[in-house]
């Protein structure tokens, strides 16, 4: 069965750490989202992707960064962790030419202490 | 500045009665909405949508209604039912990503 997978689950960093969250979907989706979960707001959206070697700023992107080399992966890296980046993170993908019908991973849960 | 507001943040409802979510938007470019349930620990899941040339559609207990004028939509439930007990995500488009509600967190209370 095709999915979209998150790792890790749960990460626990040091403040200025670069810290890289995994996306890998197996439905063959061109496009790809990453949001972020804040109790108060809701799910934002921090940068995505339309196909290979295409990336796009969101909301909320300072201080994050994506690359998308393959159609299965879109990493998510945070250059010098924060304590504001402490949230869950989700990644979502979708059909080509659709913006709906977002497929959820399970999400990333860090820490950034 | 907020596209896509629910105000409220959570709502009790009793088994077997109607639990009615709300959501409104202010981007008139917004032509798709979405209503997604999230349970503790997992992503969410994409629960029903309309188009903005329809006013309602429905999808067994669940019902979403547009108010194009009012910018305005609403999620039915009927009957709720304990397992609807989740945090209830209103998404808005407009060939742009999704935007997403701050959500609305539904208890069926037994």
């Known amino acids: 069965d095709a999915e979209i997978t998150q790792s890790p689950r749960h990460k626990i960093t040091e403040t200025g750490r670069q810290v890289t969250l995994a996306c890998h979907q197996t439905?063959?989706?061109?496009?790809m989202f990453w949001y972020r979960q804040d109790l108060g707001h809701g799910l934002r959206l921090i940068h995505y992707s339309y196909g290979v070697q295409d990336t796009n700023k969101g909301e909320v992107s300072d201080g994050y960064s994506v690359s998308r080399s393959n159609t299965e992966d879109l990493p998510l890296t945070l250059e010098s962790a924060a304590s504001s980046q402490t949230s869950v993170y989700f990644c979502?993908?979708?059909?080509?030419?659709?913006?709906?019908?977002?497929?959820f991973g399970s999400g990333t849960r860090l820490t950034v202490v | 500045d907020q596209q896509v507001k629910q105000n409220s943040p959570s709502l009790s409802v009793q088994e077997g009665r109607i639990s009615i979510l709300n959501c409104d938007y202010t981007?008139?470019?917004?032509?798709?909405f979405l209503w997604y349930k999230k349970y503790p620990a997992e992503g969410p899941t994409f629960l029903i949508s309309i188009s903005s040339i329809k006013d309602k559609n429905e999808d067994g207990r669940f019902t979403v209604f547009l108010n194009k004028s009012a910018k305005h939509l609403s999620l039915h439930i009927v009957p709720s039912q304990p397992g609807d007990s989740a945090v209830y995500f209103c998404?808005?488009?407009?060939?742009?990503?999704?935007?997403f509600g701050k959500g609305t967190r539904l208890s069926v209370i037994a």
């Open positions: 981007n008139s470019m917004f032509d798709y």
């Open positions: 979502a993908s979708s059909p080509t030419g659709i913006n709906y019908g977002y497929t």
């Open positions: 439905w063959n989706h061109n496009n």
């Open positions: 998404a808005a488009s407009g060939n742009t990503p999704l935007v």
